[in-house]
Each structure stands twice: as C-alpha cells, then as structure tokens.
C-alpha cells in the first residue's frame, strides 16, 4: 500500500488519483464485505427444502371413464406430475437449450451469465436480464416473489447455490418441468403438451416440443392458443439454438421448421361429459371440500366412453333434426368487414362466439338467396348451397331487413349434412334441449349420460335434475299395479268415451286419447302397445290412485311428486330422466332397486384407493316387485316394441328383446322414450327449458324414440339375444300369460263395461314348456294367438 502513498515530490493531480484509488479500493473492500455478510446472513435465513425434496405439487382433480379416458379436470392449476424419466430427452435438451444451457455445468448460478447480465444492465441503464438459470428459476417459483430487487435476485441466487447441495440435476430439472407455468391454466409441460396439443408428451413431435420449450419465457401472451405467430417466433429460436448446439441435424431443423401446427382450439374436447363430470365434483366437493380441487385425486366413473360418445352424438342428432324444422332466427352477429379480409382474419372477427363440434361458427363474406360464402374460424372457406339454404331462406331473400338478414359480415352457424362430400348447411343453436341415460339394471352403473345439447351454453344437468311429466312412459308401473289387483295381460279394459265429475265448481273432465278416437274393448297387452289413455284410466280407477301410486314407489319414484288422484294414469306427476331410468332398470332386472352408480373408485395422487364401490347384491327377500310380475309387465313392454308406438326400434335394430314406452304429455311439451334390454336401460327426454308445445305433430315416438334407437344400435352391438325364462309361477292360457293361480278362475275379465264381460273364446295354445315361454312365440312376450294386437 505505500507505492501508493502522496511523496512529498509527486505533483498535486497524482495525489488526488491516489486518494481516489485508494478509497474506490477501500470502498470496494467494504462492499465486498457487507455484500459476504449480506449473503452470509441471507443464506443462514433461507428456507428448508422439505417442499422440494418431498415434493407435492397442487394437482386438480381429475375424472375419468371407466375405460380411462379424461372427461373432467377441476382445480386452479392443470398439472401432470411426471418423472424425470418419463419425460422426453428430446424436450429436456430443447429446453436447456434456451433456458439454461450451461445447467450441466454450473453450481446453481452461471457466473458467465450473471456478468453477462450486469453488462447488460449497466448498458441499458434498466434491469432488463436477470441471467437466471433453471435452479433460480426453481427458487424463485417455490420461495419467493418476482419482483426485481437486488435481494431478491441475492436471495434467489443462495437459495439456487443450497438446492444444488442437496439436490441432484436431474432432481431439479424435473421439479421445474412439472411446476412451471406455461399459459392457459397449465403448469408443468405434461399439462401444457395436453392443453395445447391434445397429445401426450411421449406423442410430440421435435417442432412441438420446440414450441413448448420456448414457453417459459412468456408463458400469457406468447402462447400458441393466445398468439401463434409469437410462440412461432420463439418456436424458430427453439430450433436454432438445438441446431448451433448440435443437438440436432441441419435436416431435423429444416424438417421442425416446415412442419405444421396442429394446435388444439376450444372445440378440440376429447370426449363430452361435462354434465356427468360436473355432478362427479360436487359429490367430491361434499366430501373433501376445496382440498378436492389440489390433492391430486383421481376418480374413475361408471361411464363408458363409446357409449357415452354415442349417446351424445344421437341426442344432438335428434335435436338438431327438430330444429331444422323451426323458423330460422336469423344471424348470431354481424361484424363490418373490410374490402381486403383474408380468410386468416376469421379467427379474430369470431374470438367472442364459441366454436362447435358439430355447429361450425362463420362469417359470410358473400350470400345470394342461391349461394352463401363463408369462412370459418379455422379459415377454411365454404360454400352452401341447394338444401343447405332451406331453413334460411327467408333470411337471404332480398326483402329480408335488419338483424334478421343474412348477408355480408353475419356471424351464423354452419352444419356439415351427410351425402354430398363437403355439402353444408346454415343452421342455427337449438332452442329445444334434451337428456340421455344408460343404466346398467343389475349394477346401477351409469354407462352414459347426456345433461344437455351444449354445456358451454346451459349448465343445467337435465339429466339429473329436470323435474317433468312422464306422460305415457308411466303407465307400465300402473300395469305392474294391475298385475297384482288380478288384472291379467288379457283382461279386457274398456277404451270408450268417459265423463268425470269435476271439483267443487269445477267442470267436468272428459279425458281424451292422443288421436282423438276410441277403440272399444282391448286387452290389457294392447291398451298399453297402442298407448290408449281412457283404459289406463278405467284401470287406474279399479285400482284406486292412492294404491297405485304407493306401488310406484316400489320403483324409486316419490310418492309427493305424484297426484294421488286420476291424472296419474296420464303421467301428469314429475321425475327426472335419470330416476326414470331407474324405474324401468326394476323391471329389466327382474324386480330388483338397485341405485344409480356414478363413481368406481376414488384415488389419492400416489395411487392409494379411498373410496371403491363394492360389488351390488341382491336379495331376493328385499325385492321391489316379484320376479312374475317384472315377467309379466316386460311381456306387454315387449309388446309395445312389436306391434305398437315403440315397434319401429325392433324393425330397426332386428331383435326382439327389447322393451320400451314412448311418453308424451299434453300439448307435446314433453317427449320421451324409456325403454331397455336386459342389459341396458336408456331413457331419452326432449323438451324446452321453460315448458311450451314442441309442435302440435311431434311425440315421444317421433322424438325420442330415433334418439333411443341410435344409441342402442351403438351399445347392443355384439350383444346376444337374450331370451327370456318364465318364472314357475307364471303359465301361459288361452294366448297370454297368467299367474298360475289365476289361471283357471279369478283374475279380472273386463273393467270398465257396465256388464259382466266375458272374454271371447281363443284357439288353444300348447302350454310352455318348464319355465320358458312356447316355441313359437316372441322371447318376453305370450305365445301368438288371436288375443294378441296385430
């Protein structure tokens, strides 16, 4: 230090230089001082690494089918905790390849890019580059903010130095692949690869493990979902810095550039079940509350994805082939367009209406009451033209005004139409809404379940929750009642003209059949296969309504939600499709309540089982109805689908074990067919939010039953036959069944005629054989003869 010194012979300006040098020296030492107790200090405060090394990230809860397949996903972040080892090689290297190259290396800082950044700093007079590498990173995310302090960036830098001591680089690296965010609710590069691809990380190609890799540093606004031409960008430099590295070919870089992007949009759903997902969560939530949504648990339903699949294509199906023949409402919007549009624009014009699987979103840059142009929101260009224009015809047509009109800018909804390849069509979102259940009958399972046309658009789980009018669809519990009031499938009910006193100032009620007409004496079998509302009536009159609508209960229905009086014969009380399906799995079984199932199992983040449903059993002592008279009542259902309002899903489907009941309540505001095989029942529901006529033409036959009938064509495929045995209490006489006990004497013969009634002679039958029905006729329905509608 004395060279340093002032001598009495140096001149002024020397000195002063060094006294300068000598404090800058000086005040150097003392920073470097303050700074190692700083660190000293900071790094005896930094937190223990319990989180990182008993890592337990929040992880949503998920839901899936029973056949695996993902349907629901709930919780503040989408994550996919995946091994080191699981993860693709390919997509480690791209990713140190831009975030932090010299990981392998360094000890937790990367000294070259620290100085690097302080240059750079110093330069720009702004912090601007952190220098951060992926052990910061992974310091920063668990333990500390992102403000960009000086002790901030200190701390984060200790606190990378202590993880590199008691972590591995693999440990590391695998802990911020699995925690950070990469846009879109996605944390962890599994969730984002299913976000943004649809796809597994294993299923990714280079060019999209380079646009994943290049996320991190603008996770929000440089997404592929929120501005692909950003993320491309940052794609490229993915692609140039593995090539300058080495990492792959001048080929492989060259193939990555040109391939295209297949990025997954808000259509892009696997498969739909959001109305079954969404009843799974709440049944978790009960359970485990808001933990439910960061546990990481797993829950498997009863659903099967084909079936479920199924169902909601034939539901949308049905309704949107009831809308085609409504008035057309005309266009969702309309937006001004410019001269030079190029059809890539239409993502932007179409960002606030929802795209649809099957309803296309479009704007019309060109229409004529001959031809529409328009172009969708993935900027495909289409024409519609000959039938496509049908239901919007009024709207193209020159005197069209206003909102109403179709023409250049209105934002519609385009349909693809089967036949014509490429052929579409304008259509618009159904007014009408709809539900579909399938129900195992000997396990309760729900194979699928369809609360609606769209859950983006109405949450409601109609399915579950609507509360509507059975019409018809309730009679075969009234028949069930019957079977054990001495009514038989022959006895002979009375379909003529009935006048009923009124109440207390009230007038006189003079129910009617659906069409208006009266067919005289018919047997039981037939009152129900023709769906004749004045025998079921007289039946339920014998009966009485407060004991026929004690007996319904057997099935599941709430006695409170019924009129104890005669309107029940019409259905005029109130269940949900789900419940209904129920109903009629008591009979597909042959007479036993099994509840409804929804979850399979229930499993923690590490795999452990909480919940598993246990195997249903059955005792015969706790059956709801007798296994003769579940026999019995599927015999007339039986009938229903041969020769009645149900017989167009056995000409159909080609079998004949199938039983079913189209319902339609007054006014048609609401239509249905339940229906089973004996292992499966389906109830389809279609009707209006508010109650209103579906159109003085339309029924539950019309309706519902093509519904019911695609989506059993899907489910039974493979299925065998099944046929029937009757049980030993049951013979059949004289062309029906009867119980053994009635057979020669006792059962009802008529009801409902002012005299005695005697039942017309038939040809004889040969008795059943054992326990099965005759040889010749239909399985679950009585050996033909002349008592037997036709």
């Known amino acids: 230090m004395s060279s340093l010194l002032p001598s009495p012979g140096r001149p002024r300006g020397a000195r002063l230089f060094a006294r300068l040098a000598l404090g800058f020296l000086t005040a150097a030492c003392v920073g470097l001082l303050c700074a190692a107790i700083a660190a000293a200090f900071l790094y005896r405060r930094q937190p223990d690494l319990t989180e990182l090394t008993d890592y337990r990230p929040k992880q949503p809860l998920r839901v899936y089918t029973r056949d695996g397949i993902e349907i629901g996903q709930f919780g503040a972040e989408r994550r996919y905790l995946m091994p080191i080892s699981q993860i693709p090689r ?39 580059q952190g220098g951060s590498t992926i052990t910061q990173q992974v310091a920063r995310t668990f333990y500390l903010s992102s403000r960009k302090t000086y002790i901030r960036k200190l701390s984060e830098m200790l606190l990378a130095v202590k993880i590199e001591r008691q972590l591995s680089k693999d440990q590391v690296l695998e802990l911020y692949m699995n925690q950070i965010f990469l846009g879109h609710r996605a944390y962890g590069f599994e969730a984002a690869s299913q976000t943004y691809f649809g796809k597994t990380l294993t299923a990714l190609s280079l060019a999209e493990h380079a646009m994943l890799a290049g996320l991190p540093q603008n996770p929000i606004h440089a997404n592929p979902i929120t501005n692909f031409n950003r993320a491309r960008q940052r794609q490229l430099q993915v692609i140039e810095r593995m090539r300058t590295a080495g990492l792959i070919t001048d080929e492989a870089a060259l193939a990555a550039r040109e391939e295209p992007l297949h990025i997954r949009s808000g259509r892009d759903v696997g498969l739909h079940a959001e109305h079954a997902a969404e009843m799974v969560r709440q049944i978790v939530f009960d359970r485990y509350g808001e933990s439910a949504y960061t546990l990481g648990l797993q829950v498997t339903t009863t659903l099967q994805s084909g079936d479920q699949h199924a169902a909601r294509r ?53 229409s004529s009451p ?52 490429g052929a579409w069509a304008i259509r618009q979102w159904p007014e009408v809404e709809g539900a579909l259940v399938a129900n195992e009958p000997t396990t309760g399972r729900v194979r699928a379940l369809v609360g609606g046309f769209d859950f983006g658009r109405n949450q409601f ?107 029940l014969a019409l259905g ?41 449903a246990g195997p249903v059993e059955r005792d015969d002592s706790e059956r709801a109805i007798p296994a003769r008279n579940a026999f019995v009542t599927n015999s007339v259902l039986n009938e229903v689908m041969r020769t009645g309002t149900g017989a167009r899903a056995q000409t159909v489907l080609k079998r004949q074990d199938l039983y079913g009941k189209t319902g339609t309540t007054n006014d048609a505001v609401d239509a249905w067919f339940a229906g089973f095989h004996p292992s499966l029942a389906a109830v389809v529901w279609i009707g209006h939010d508010r109650p209103r006529s579906l159109g003085a033409r339309e029924s539950g036959g019309a309706l519902s039953l093509p519904v019911w009938i695609e989506f059993m064509e899907h489910a039974l495929q493979g299925v065998p036959v099944d046929t029937p045995r009757a049980p030993d209490d049951v013979i059949a006489k004289d062309g029906d069944w009867v119980y053994i006990e009635w057979a020669f004497g006792g059962a009802h013969a008529g009801i409902g005629f002012d005299e005695p009634t005697v039942v017309p002679s038939v040809a004889p039958v040969s008795p059943p054989a054992a326990s099965a029905p005759a040889a010749d006729s239909v399985p679950g329905a009585p050996p033909a003869g002349p008592m037997a509608f036709d």
């Open 461 to 567: 789980n109609h399915a579950a929750n609507a509360w509507r009018q059975p019409g018809s669809s309730f009679k075969p519990f009234l028949v069930s009642a019957a079977l054990e009031q001495r009514v038989m499938p022959a006895t002979l009910l009375n379909d003529a003209p009935l006048s009923l006193p009124g109440g207390t100032g009230s007038p006189d009620w003079d129910p009617q059949n659906a069409d208006g007409r009266f067919d005289g004496p018919l047997t039981l079998r037939q009152a129900l296969a023709r769906s004749r509302n004045i025998a079921t009536i007289r039946l339920v009159q014998m009966i009485g309504p407060a004991a026929a609508r004690e007996w319904t209960s057997r099935f599941g229905f709430d006695p409170a939600q019924h009129p104890a009086d005669l309107t």
């Open 314 to 366: 034939a539901l949308r199906r049905g309704l949107l082939a009831y809308d085609a023949r409504q008035p057309y409402r005309g266009p969702e919007d309309h937006e001004e367009l410019p001269d030079d549009m190029a059809p890539g624009d239409a993502a932007e014009l179409l960002a606030d209406h929802a795209d649809d699987d099957d309803l296309r979103v479009a704007i019309v840059t060109a």
């Open 572 to 612: 005029a009380g109130q269940t949900t499709p789900l419940q209904l399906a129920g109903a009629y799995g008591v009979l597909a079984n042959g007479g036993h309540r099994v509840p409804a199932r929804l979850i399979e199992r229930i499993v923690d983040a590490r795999g452990q089982v909480l919940f598993e």
């Open 370 to 421: 001959q031809r529409v142009q328009a172009t969708l929101a993935t900027g495909e260009v289409v024409e519609v033209r000959g039938d496509g224009l049908r239901q919007a015809q009024a709207s193209l047509a020159p005197r069209a005004q206003g909102r109403s009109a179709i023409r250049r800018g209105a934002i519609v909804r385009l349909l693809r139409t089967p036949g014509a390849e």
């Open 90 to 128: 390919e997509l480690q290297e791209a990713v140190l390849a831009v975030e932090d190259k010299r990981f392998r290396d360094h000890f937790g800082v990367d000294a070259r890019g620290v100085v690097r950044a302080v240059l750079t700093n110093l330069w720009q007079s702004r912090r601007s």
